[in-house]
């Protein structure tokens, strides 16, 4: 499956500490993406970074992507109790039809 | 723009029933999405639909499950009959870009189905 997987499965941080979120995947994409759910919510589009990009930026969100590895990280700086929800990364493959697939999520808890 | 509208927000019924869970895309948008999320499985994609047509149902579970997108700003997810293993959080996406089915989604607040 080219399902992304996040790691780790859960995270406990204190505010104000940085929160490293890593996701692998195991074919050609041509994009990926981070979304973050709240709890009983539905999923919100927080970065989007394209095959052909190493490193982009949101606010506190940096994202880096490595496609030698197959890997990406999403780090979140000075966190705030409020980033407390889960993280998804979800892969988009190259070719004709290809679809947008979700890892199972990790599960941010920041600790006020 | 109020967003991807999803209804009910929370259904509760009887194993053998119908159940049918609706949405409304942003306005505009070409793509709508309709994806499944358990503890066990996580987000799965049940269908999506380009311009009013389906372009891939390979998701759909079973035959029990149907999708129709009668018009750009209404689609439908039908099980019938429903089945305990249905109980999930359905959920409704849209995005601006037909024909690019990786870009950012925009997902309503979910339908939570409970089949007893």
């Known amino acids: 499956s080219q399902q992304g997987e996040e790691d780790p499965q859960a995270l406990s941080i204190q505010e104000g500490e940085n929160a490293t979120m890593n996701c692998s995947y195991k074919t050609s994409i041509n994009n990926l993406q981070w979304y973050r759910q709240n709890s009983g919510r539905g999923l919100v589009h927080l970065i989007l970074?394209?095959?052909?990009?190493r490193e982009k930026h949101s606010g506190r969100l940096r994202v880096t992507l490595d496609t030698s590895k197959k890997s990406s990280s999403l780090l979140i700086t000075a966190s705030r109790a409020a980033d407390t929800a889960s993280y998804f990364c979800?892969?988009?493959?190259?070719?004709?039809?290809?679809?947008?697939?979700f890892g199972k999520g990790i599960t941010l808890s920041v600790r006020p | 723009d109020a967003g991807v509208i999803q209804s009910p927000r929370h259904e509760v019924t009887e194993m053998g029933q119908e159940v049918t869970l609706r949405c409304k895309p942003i306005s505009g948008h070409n793509s709508l999405f309709w994806y499944r999320q358990t503890m066990m499985r996580g987000l799965e994609l049940l269908i999506y639909?380009?311009?009013?047509?389906?372009?891939?149902d390979s998701g759909m579970p079973e035959d029990r499950f149907s999708a129709k997108m009668p018009n750009a700003s209404f689609s439908t997810l039908k099980i019938q009959p429903s089945e305990p293993r249905d109980s999930a959080v359905y959920f409704c996406?849209?995005?601006?870009?037909?024909?690019?089915?990786?870009?950012?989604?925009?997902f309503g607040e979910g339908s939570r189905l409970t089949v007893l």
């Open positions: 979800a892969t988009g493959r190259t070719g004709a039809n290809s679809k947008l697939t």
């Open positions: 970074i394209r095959s052909n990009e």
């Open positions: 996406a849209s995005s601006p870009l037909a024909g690019f089915n990786t870009g950012e989604l925009f």
């Open positions: 639909f380009n311009n009013n047509v389906p372009i891939d």
